[in-house]
Each structure stands twice: as C-alpha cells, then as structure tokens.
C-alpha cells in the first residue's frame, strides 16, 4: 500500500502540475528542485495544459505487478505542447494506431488496484488520442 | 594514486542454478578468483548486486558472503548501481587500492534471480527506473528500452531487421563460451521471426536473465609487476558518470550522455584514442543499447551504430570485436553480476586465454556497464601485458 506516495503526488496525478523555473521560463514536469536548463531553484507551481503528441510508443505484454489484469497495454512517451516529455500509458484507443507524432490529450483513469479487493485504486493521468471538439454555439 | 591491476578471476555459468543459493555461487567465484590469483586471504570485499533485498529476501551482503566465504573479519559492502552494480563494485574496489587504503580487494558480483517468479523479477528489475514516474504508470525495463528504440527507428530511418548481427554475433561468441546461459546460434531470419515482447523489442533483441556470479582479485600493480607475472591485467583507466534517471528527463532521449562522458574520460585516463580500442565488452541489454553505446564511445557516428553490424565490424576478426563471450545477450545478464563478468572476460582475452573465443592482436580492451536505461555508466580500461 502506498497510500503516502499517492497523497504527496495527487497534484501531478489527477491536474498534471509541474514547474516553472523563475529564472529562465523554463516549464518542468515532473516538478523538481533544481531547474535542469539554469541550475537555479524551481519551486514556481505551473499546470500544464495536458496537451502534446506521441513522442515514442510500445506495448507492454509482460506487465509488472500491479499492472497484469490490464495487459497488453500501450505506453508512451509525450512530448507535451509546451515542452517536456511525459512517461504515460495511453487509453481510448479503440481500433486507431498509434503514430510518432498522433495528438494527444491528459485523461484521468484508474492507474491501478493497490493491494487487494478493499485496496486503494489509484488514478491518474493517461493520454487519448485528442478529439475533434465541436464549437460551442 | 597507485596503480591498480588484476591479479585473478573467475566466474560460475549462468544459468537458473536451483540448487544453489546466492551466497553458494558467489563463493564459488570467490575462490576461483583467489585460486586463480595464489591467494587465501583480502583486505576487503566489495560485493556488485542489485536483487538480494528484493528477490532473496536477504540484505547484509557485506557480512553474509565474508562469513559464508570464510573471509571474516575482513569489510565487506554491497554496492548497488542497478544493472551497472558490478561495474560500479569493480570502480570501488579500485579507488580503495588505488588510494592505498587497502592492498587488495576482492569484488563480486553476483545475482541470484531464480528464487523468484517471472512477475516480481519484471517488477523487481523496474525499481530501476523512477517509481513515481515510469514505474508508477507500468512501465517495465523492456518499455523503456522500446521506447528508445522506437524513437531510434523512426529518427534515423532504420529497420529492425537492421540490428540483427548484434544478436547474430552474440549467440555465435556464446557457443564458444561454456559459462554461457545461451549457447546456441540463431540466424537472421530467427531473429526477425521472434516473440514480440514491448514492440520494437522481440525476444531475440533482448538479453536473457540468470543466476550467475564472477569475481576479480585487485592488488597494487607495482607490488607484481617485477615478479615476471604474466598473469596480471592492468587497469589503464575507470570512469563513471550519471546522466537522468528517466528517458524523459533527457535532452536528448537517443543519446548515452553518461556513456559518452565516462568513456571519454576513461580514454583521457589512459592516454589513447577509441581506435587503441582492440575489442569492446559492451552493455548489450537490448540490441538497440549495443548501438547507442558504440555512437557514444566514440566508435560510430551518432545515428550509425547499427552500421558497425551490417559492415562485420563487431564479429571476432572485424575492427572491432564486441561480446567477445557472448556478451549479455548470450552469456547472460545476471544483473548485479554483469559488470564483473565483462572484466573477467577482457581478462582472459588480454591474457590470451580464451580458447575459442580469442580475438587477435588482444592489447587494449575496454568494458563498460550501464546501469538503468543509460543513467549510470562505467567504464574501465585494461591491458594485458
Ligand atoms: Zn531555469
């Protein structure tokens, strides 16, 4: 059970907050102390806009525990809109192939099952191919 | 600082040794290595291992295998860089001789995988990578390899089918090895026709796990050298760097910083250019890892390091020999046993002593061992004398 990890993540997880560096602009994610481009200290809260496009994409078969009762499932690296690369599994496919370079959009789903029956499900982020959105009238 | 050398070695087969605990196939290479260096007794033992906690249920390595090998009291400490934890054993082996710290020292790797089932290895052998951010998310070690390699196809237009003679010549060195997991051939069109496991990566591009330990006796390199030992191997260079933790924190997702930065510095160390390089025990996890550590070595321009097997230039007799015994696709990636194994073997080859496995003109050889998917890097340079 890793109820304290998903607690102190749930900002990451569920909204997709990372950093920007108040030095340089730079936007990280995932957040971290010392801003890879300067060197200086990023502590500046940023939500990304959940937005990018596949990056590099496999299929896991072989998954690991925690993770077996929804194999084979695909992961991906997404570059998101602005910036960084984001590890992620990738849902809602239906029959579509994923491509380098398909849109994609964040979605909450479940991550997996922490424990047993009576344990924790975990959610977070998982990108879909992003859809055509119909103007408002 | 003093110069350090190798004064023995040795090593168990890897294979799935059922009747052996982890402490049992670590002292068996621990005495092949003293036998093989005239020696009873070490000053300290530093011991490469990723899995004891996990896989065995069993920390403590430090005291367990002096006090299994009969070597207490002498120190004894695990060092665990993931699957770079040999390479990593081997480096602080040598920074304690070489500081005059200790006289000798006795490094170990060993793993001991077959205790476990398949899912907690997969899983254990994640803990590699970032648990808040890939492994959270189910990513496997094979994921992350494929996604590189994925990347890698697309980036610099190569097939998969491309990268077969690094699995070709593998198996055929490791038919030659009798320590070897694999000892059988493959062919190409095998390789293109194997199991899918994390596309792009079938099961033929991938190196196969096992229960295995090797071993090497450091002395000062002064101390021998005037005894007309011709056994001795010294260490010409050791470097070690870091680069990410995860893929996607890299500027770069298809470039081995750490490879290229260890290596370069290792070359520094040793006063020689890659071309000194007569042959290259390298980190062949994954076939795409063989290409990206010879663009980082300096050995292929970025983006060509598949060319290297379509020329020939890896087999035996090419320019270039790598995996001399198999390396880990065919000898075996006994994870925290690794690095040491690639020091072992450069050791038989720049001794002369590889039997089939000989490679010509065995001066300079070089090893590297890289830990996550391209976070830890180490390298060393040896020769024979
Ligand atoms: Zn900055």
């Known amino acids: 059970m890793e109820i304290p990890r998903h607690w102190r993540l749930k900002q990451q997880r569920y909204k997709l907050v990372g950093e920007v560096c108040p030095h340089c602009e730079a936007k990280l994610f995932p957040p971290r102390d010392i801003c890879p481009d300067c060197g200086g200290e990023a502590k500046q809260l940023y939500t990304f806009s959940g937005r990018g496009e596949v990056y590099s994409h496999t299929t896991v078969y072989d998954a690991p525990a925690g993770f077996e009762e929804n194999a084979p499932y695909t992961v991906a690296l997404v570059k998101l809109e602005e910036g960084p690369l984001v590890t992620a599994q990738l849902t809602d496919l239906g029959e579509q192939d994923v491509e380098i370079g398909t849109p994609v959009e964040m979605v909450t789903r479940r991550l997996r099952t922490d424990g047993d029956e009576r344990g924790m499900l975990v959610y977070g982020y998982k990108f879909r191919p992003r859809l055509e959105r119909v103007n408002q009238i | ?385």
């Open chain 2, 1 to 385: 600082m003093r110069k350090v050398a190798i004064l023995g070695v040795g090593q168990t087969k890897i294979s799935e040794h059922w009747g052996m605990s982890l402490k049992e196939l670590a002292a068996e290479a621990i005495f092949a290595a003293l036998e093989d260096a005239g020696r009873s007794s070490i000053d300290g033992l530093f011991i490469g291992n990723m899995l004891s906690g996990s896989l065995n249920k069993q920390e403590n390595l430090g005291v367990l295998l002096p006090d299994w090998a009969g070597l207490t009291p002498v120190e004894g400490v695990k060092i665990e860089t993931a699957c770079s934890s040999g390479g990593s054993a081997i480096r602080t082996g040598l920074i304690a001789v070489a500081s005059g710290e200790l006289d000798s020292a006795l490094v170990v790797g060993v793993e001991k995988m077959s205790d476990a089932k398949l899912l907690e290895t997969t899983s254990a052998l994640a803990t590699a990578a970032d648990a808040d951010y890939e492994t959270a998310h189910g990513l496997s070690f094979v994921a992350l390899n494929a996604l590189i390699m994925q990347r890698y196809l697309h980036e610099y237009n190569w097939n998969h089918a491309d990268f077969a003679p690094f699995s070709v010549v593998a198996h055929q060195n490791g038919v030659r090895n009798p320590n070897a997991r694999l000892q059988t051939k493959i062919t190409e069109q095998e390789y293109q026709d194997s199991r899918m496991i994390a596309k792009p990566i079938n099961l033929l591009d991938a190196s196969p796990i096992g229960d295995g330990a090797a071993a090497v006796v450091l002395v000062a390199a002064d101390e021998f050298q005037n005894n007309g030992n011709s056994n001795l191997v010294h260490i010409l260079a050791s470097a070690a760097a870091t680069d990410t933790l995860s893929i996607h924190d890299r500027k770069d997702p298809l470039w081995l910083s750490a490879s290229e930065i260890s290596a370069r510095r290792a070359y520094s160390q040793a006063g020689i250019q890659p071309e000194d390089i007569d042959l290259f025990e390298l980190h062949d996890a994954f076939t795409i890892m063989s290409a990206l550590s010879l663009e980082a070595c300096g050995f292929a321009p970025r983006g060509q390091g598949p060319r290297m097997g379509q020329d020939g230039d890896i087999a035996p007799f090419g320019k270039l020999p790598i995996s001399t015994f198999g390396g880990l696709k065919a000898r075996g990636h006994p994870v925290g046993a690794t690095g040491v194994y690639q020091i072992v073997e450069l050791v038989k080859q720049l001794r002369g002593e590889a039997g089939k496995n000989q490679v010509d003109r065995a001066h300079i050889g070089m090893a590297q061992n890289i830990g996550g998917s391209g976070a830890t890097a180490v390298t060393h340079i040896l020769q024979g004398i």
